[in-house]
């Protein structure tokens, strides 16, 4: 079983929709969460770090349940520049990072 | 502006032959870097955790004598791929913490395409 977990997608969106990508952690000393956005072959970039508490920023919200062992990102109001592959990442005290599979996202006019 | 800069960002070379990475921080002294590989559509997978003046950190199944790392400095980690094959043909990218300041951070290179032939 992989450490983390993703639907790959792609989720076929019109703009101004609102997308929401889920992922699963088996990981349970994981202690940091990240998510990730990643352009066709490029490095990957930060999003935002994940919280029980959940943070929103902007148009971005995300979520962590860790009794579940579960992250989630909700994007509203999507822009045809949000397409890109979005990464879900867990990482330890040291942050060496395990990186999630990726969703793809296709926003369309 | 880029705080890891990783060169080249493209290579072609025949098998065979060896090929070095290099990842520097530009602005700050890392002690630790990662180097990760990513085959098309799938994750970055870590492959080493580099530490400045010791041996690195493999990660299982990664072969440390086809994949050498060497982080002789605060700001420089290299990555050789050794006697590279076809299959070694992967995009590799490095990253670097930032431990200075407030908030610990984590900073990309831009990437490497190695295309073996």
């Known amino acids: 079983r992989k450490e983390v977990e993703q639907d790959p997608g792609p989720f076929n969106v019109p703009e101004g929709a609102t997308v929401a990508f889920n992922c699963t952690y088996s990981?349970?000393?994981?202690?940091?969460f990240f998510w990730y956005r990643q352009d066709c072959r490029k490095e990957p970039k930060l999003l935002m770090s994940v919280y029980s508490s959940g943070n929103e920023d902007g148009r971005f919200t995300a979520q962590l349940n860790r009794a579940s062992q579960y992250i989630s990102l909700l994007i509203r109001d999507s822009k045809l520049s949000d397409s890109a592959t979005y990464l879900c990442v867990g990482g330890d005290s040291s942050y060496k990072l395990i990186f999630g599979s990726g969703t793809r996202l296709l926003v369309r006019p | 502006g880029a705080v890891v800069s990783q060169h080249p960002s493209r290579v072609i070379c025949k098998s065979g032959t060896s090929v070095k990475i290099e990842c520097r921080s530009l602005d700050f002294q890392a002690t630790t870097m990662f180097w990760y590989r990513q085959f098309p559509k799938q994750s970055l997978m870590l492959m080493a955790t580099?530490?400045?003046?010791?041996?690195?950190?493999?990660e299982q199944g990664v072969e440390k004598d086809k994949f050498l790392i060497n982080h002789a400095s605060l700001t420089l980690s290299t990555l050789t791929v050794t006697s590279a094959h076809p299959e070694d043909s992967s995009f590799y990218i490095c990253?670097?913490?930032?431990?200075?300041?407030?908030?610990?951070?984590?900073?990309f290179g831009s990437g490497t395409q190695l295309s073996v032939l």
């Open positions: 990253s670097a913490r930032d431990l200075t300041g407030l908030s610990e951070k984590l900073f």
């Open positions: 990981n349970s000393a994981s202690q940091s």
């Open positions: 580099s530490n400045e003046g010791s041996k690195a950190t493999y």
